[in-house]
């Protein structure tokens, strides 16, 4: 059993059931009856998202539950090839090659894991829109304040089609840099903190990061506001995950390397008569 497990013909079957699941997921996301699912479960944990509102329209959902066990399957496969082909071979002659990939399997397990657990573990809450003088309770108790918004640049980009938006952030009549919000936190009734926060500079208090993903404007003319839309994320695993994926990355480039001209012998001959 776990000899076809950890052969070349099931790792094929379930890497081609992966690209299939992901391709559909990209046709549902692109149909309107379904973005509105798609941006629900992009807000909150998926764990979250999974024991409520994913069922009340519940495609999205089964197409999702689906996708897990397919990559459930995947990691059954590199587990069993793993265990059964790469760690007996380690004795063999070139004991490099054969303990860099085994390494790359076991990163990539950890990596594979480590997905998994982000979808419960944590708090995570995107597209939060706040406008100057709005709070927002955090899962500590504390509450998170929008205090003002100082953006130099033409509020009307704001309202600009996406495409047009981008053609602006392009040319750079978008200041990035010199556009920003001020945060006000507080605990218990008491001041904490006030945090200068900017586009791709986040800011991170006792491990939760706040990430201003867009500004936002709303209403017209003389009575409108430049408000933030923010991502608030906290997870314990999020550094472990990325040292975790950067690590793989350079064990599959220095395996590369190791392989340019002679090729490992990790089982997959011995699989294919499988």
């Known amino acids: 059993m776990w000899e076809k497990l950890s052969s070349l013909k099931f790792t094929l079957a379930s890497l081609g059931g992966l690209m299939l699941l992901l391709a559909l997921g990209m046709v549902l996301s692109r149909i309107n009856a379904f973005a509105l699912q798609f941006d629900a479960m992009n807000r909150t944990l998926l764990l979250e998202w999974l024991q409520g ?13 689906v996708l897990c ?23 063999g002659a070139n004991k490099v090659k054969g303990w860099v990939l085994t390494l ?9 894991l480590g997905h998994g657990a982000e979808m419960g573990l944590g708090y995570k809450r995107e597209n939060l829109v706040l406008l100057p003088g709005q709070s927002h309770q955090l899962p500590d108790g504390g509450s998170l304040t929008l205090e003002r918004v100082d953006f130099k640049d033409d509020p009307a980009i704001l309202n600009l089609p996406y495409v047009q938006a981008r053609w602006v952030l392009v040319r750079g ?3 990035a840099w010199e556009n920003s919000a001020a ?28 990430t201003l993903m867009e500004y936002h404007r709303q209403g017209e003319g003389d009575q409108a506001q430049v408000g933030v839309m923010l991502a608030i994320t906290a997870n314990p695993l999020t550094t472990l995950f990325f040292v975790a994926y950067a690590l793989w990355v350079v064990l599959y480039a220095f395996l590369a390397a190791l392989t340019w001209r ?13």
């Open 53 to 65: 509102p994913a069922w009340s329209a519940p495609t999205v959902a089964i197409w999702f539950v």
């Open 69 to 91: 066990l397919g990559v459930g399957v995947m990691l059954l496969n590199l587990g069993a090839c793993t265990f059964t082909r790469l760690l007996p071979r380690l004795r």
């Open 104 to 112: 790359v399997h076991l990163v990539m397990l950890a990596v594979l």
């Open 173 to 175: 009549k978008f200041r």
């Open 183 to 210: 945060l006000y936190f507080a605990k218990d009734g008491q001041a904490a903190a006030r945090e200068e926060i900017r586009m791709l500079r986040p800011v991170v208090r006792d491990g939760v990061r706040y």
């Open 262 to 274: 002679t090729p490992v012998n990790n089982g997959a001959a011995a699989a294919i008569k499988d």
